[in-house]
């Protein structure tokens, strides 16, 4: 096989993550294998005629069709009412316990169609075939699934591991560059965070990666599905050590939920990115250099660029929803150093008030 495989190693569940170019050719002989009765395939509308219709013809077979649906990404999306229609197309499609959800699209076709398959008689197989950036380093990996509250993002949902997961490098040549950058937030977390090497291969391969080489992408997307996998097969449902993942997340949220789910997720990360090493400055968790440093990272890739226009008080306001609040108090993840941070910190609202403050004009 050509590509790269990471083995996710969740206790009595592990799956593979197959990842580099022309990897989805595999997915038919994968399925094949998994002994389902039969598949149904929901699909980014965006790429439902370029990937999603090829697969499930390709699924198609002696279990009869893989009937598709396409739906209109974008965090509108998910929505009970959302959820609701993926669960009545499961049912017309008849899929039943031993059937087989494939997810193919961004993070939130994933999170959709991955909870839909959580709660469809109780639970049936998934497959998540990310066609982003974002997705394939972040939300395909680690079986997170879920919909928006009116108030909070992923407040709904369930933890539901996928049985496999295919990362093809050709989608995403037709990725808008805007999306295509945005990812980086995602990476650049992995890097400062848990792998200061990961750091300095974004610095010495930025032009290839800027060009969307698939031999520049490959080891970086295969590193940061093994950072992940490593975490998600520690700490499954995020009783502790799985925070770390959450590293720019606590601001990067509240900024997406100020802003009516409008900013890109991977550029509310790298803002809240931002935020986070300063006030892990301002604590003293970690040296201003780190600030810099990390500032020159995020940089190199764009980030966080444009966003929508928020007030500081209406992230302020967003921030105690945070999902990793415990007894009303939030857990910060903060940067100790690059390729490090800790979890579990607690900050005073003043700090926060006054980075945030700092950075939201």
Excluded at 49 to 68: E, Q, T, Y
Excluded at 76 to 85: M, S
Aim: glycine fraction near 12%; hydrophobic fraction near 50%; proline fraction near 6%.
């Amino acid at each position: 096989m050509t590509g790269t495989r990471v083995t996710v190693e969740v206790p009595g569940r592990p799956y593979p993550v197959l990842v580099g170019h022309g990897v989805l050719a595999h997915l038919p002989a994968l399925v094949a294998d998994l002994g389902v009765t039969g598949a149904a395939v929901v699909a980014d509308r965006a790429v439902a005629a370029s990937c999603g219709r090829p697969l499930a013809a390709a699924l198609a077979g002696s279990r009869g069709p893989a009937p598709l649906l396409d739906v209109e990404a974008g965090e509108q999306a998910k929505t009970l009412a959302g959820v609701e229609r993926v669960l009545a197309f499961l049912e017309a499609a008849g899929l039943d316990r031993h059937g087989l959800v494939v997810a193919v699209g961004g993070g939130t076709i994933g999170d959709l169609a991955g909870f839909a398959a959580a709660i469809w008689l109780r639970g049936v197989r998934c497959v998540h075939v990310p066609t982003n950036l974002l997705a394939m380093v972040d939300s395909s990996v680690g079986g997170k699934t879920g919909v928006n509250s009116p108030a909070a993002k992923n407040a709904i949902g369930a933890f539901w591991q996928p049985v496999a997961v295919v990362a093809d490098l050709a989608t995403l040549a037709t990725l808008p560059e805007d999306d295509y950058l945005a990812a980086f937030g995602e990476v650049v977390k992995y890097a400062v965070a848990m792998d200061a090497g990961l750091a300095a291969r974004l610095e010495a391969e930025r032009g290839p990666l800027l060009a969307r080489s698939p031999a520049a992408l490959q080891p970086v997307v295969a590193r940061c599905v093994e950072l992940k996998a490593g975490v998600v097969a520690a700490d499954e449902r995020e009783g502790g050590p799985r925070e770390i993942l959450n590293y720019g997340h606590t601001v990067g949220h509240a900024l997406e939920s100020a802003s009516g789910f409008t900013a890109a997720h991977g550029r509310a990360v790298a803002f809240g990115m931002k935020a986070a090493a300063r006030i892990a400055v301002q604590v003293g968790v970690c040296d201003p250099g780190l600030v810099g440093a990390q500032d020159r990272l995020l940089d190199a890739f764009g980030l966080p660029g444009a966003l929508p226009r928020v007030t500081a008080d209406a992230v302020l306001e967003a921030v105690p929803r945070d999902k990793k609040r415990r007894e009303q108090a939030v857990r910060w993840v903060l940067p100790t150093g690059l390729g490090a941070a800790r979890t579990g910190v607690e900050v005073p609202g003043a700090v926060v008030a006054a980075v945030l403050r700092g950075l939201v004009p």
